[in-house]
């Protein structure tokens, strides 16, 4: 697997801090995490592995029979696609995500990631009864035929023990409707726009994917007993906001129903993203962050400027709260779950 330099991740996300991406700074913060982790963050996971796989961006998650998911992620022009594995480093107080290996995602199949014994406790979708807290539509209530356009990459894994729906837009500026919202008969309460799939895997297990070159790099256990990998397919500055439904249309276009897949965000208002309110296990409310928002600190990871320590209070914590709620996804930068039965 070719790490990541400094000069890479400049030239390639642009407003990404490199310093917060750099496998150096990673090995170095393993290091002392070996040392000065708490002994009961190393302990927080028990009776299994847990390894959860989260999700920013646009992406297809594709349930199929309840037997596998399919992550296809569609070609948009002004998107970056790259894997991350990371840690939380809570020597300091504040968890800060510490990636530890990051490397591109390409427009072929060499990324491929191997997860075996879990146990699949996600309940099979009913067509006739969809959630209305994430984005599913059913693949025969949208009349979808087959496939169309191919993505920019797609991966095969397990049906997982969960899916968790995290950040959110839970106003009304930016509504969702077509007339695929229309075949599903969906009344949604918010629209997600990242998902962690959770795995509970048996001791010892040890998920993999495969780097450029084929071989296998382990996800790492981390010091709280938690595997992550993180999968980005979005925008680096956020996105065209003139131009809301680009990466939406380009999600559709990979589907043939029998007139065309219609989903899309009826206003281009920036209004804030909520984080998940009660997050899953395993999962910090830091790892919401998309790529425009990985230059903030995980401390400064703030929506209430009250709960901003002394030290950082002032316009670096005011720039660093409205970056937090307003740089994210356009809200259309998001995954749409299909189940096909």
Not at 21 to 45: D, F, G, H, N, W
Not at 95 to 109: A, C, K
Request: aromatic share 6%; charged share 20%; net charge positive.
């Amino acid at each position: 697997m070719k790490d990541l330099n400094r000069r890479d991740i400049l030239k390639g996300l642009g407003m990404i801090s490199a310093a917060s991406l750099t496998p150096q700074i990673a090995s170095s913060a393993q290091q002392k995490q070996k040392s000065e982790a708490p002994a009961a963050k190393k302990a927080a996971v028990t009776g299994g592995t847990l390894l959860n796989v989260i999700l920013h961006g646009t992406y297809t998650v594709l349930l199929d029979q309840g037997q596998r998911v399919t992550l296809m992620a569609p070609n948009v022009s002004d998107h970056v696609y790259f894997a991350a594995t990371a840690d939380l480093d809570a020597t300091s107080g504040t968890p800060e995500v510490i990636w530890r290996q990051i490397r591109w995602i390409y427009p072929d199949p060499t990324f491929v990631v191997n997860i075996t014994g879990g146990s699949g406790k996600y309940p099979k979708p009913t067509p006739q009864n969809l959630p209305t807290d994430r984005v599913m539509i059913d693949w025969d209530l949208s009349k979808i035929k087959k496939f169309a356009k191919a993505p920019y990459h797609s991966l095969s894994l397990p049906w997982p023990d969960d899916i968790i729906p995290l950040r959110c837009d839970k106003g009304n500026s930016n509504t969702l409707g077509g007339q695929t919202y229309k075949d599903n008969n969906l009344n949604l309460t918010q629209l997600p726009t990242v998902y962690a799939l959770a795995y509970q895997l048996p001791a010892g297990s040890k998920p993999t994917f495969k780097d450029n070159f084929n071989n296998d790099q382990a996800i790492p256990v981390g010091s709280d007993g938690v595997m992550r990998l993180h999968l980005f397919a979005e925008p680096p500055g956020g996105g065209d906001l003139m131009n809301p439904n680009i990466a939406l249309h380009a999600l559709c276009q990979m589907f043939q129903p029998t007139l065309r897949l219609d989903l899309s965000i009826s206003s281009n208002a920036a209004t804030p993203i909520n984080d998940a309110k009660d997050m899953p296990p395993g999962v910090d409310r830091c790892e919401e962050r998309s790529i425009g928002e990985l230059g903030t600190s995980c401390s400064q990871v703030v929506d209430d400027l009250s709960k901003v320590p002394m030290k950082t209070k002032g316009v670096d914590a005011e720039r660093a709260a409205k970056s937090w709620r307003f740089a994210g996804h356009p809200r259309n930068c998001m995954a749409v779950l299909i189940n096909k039965s």
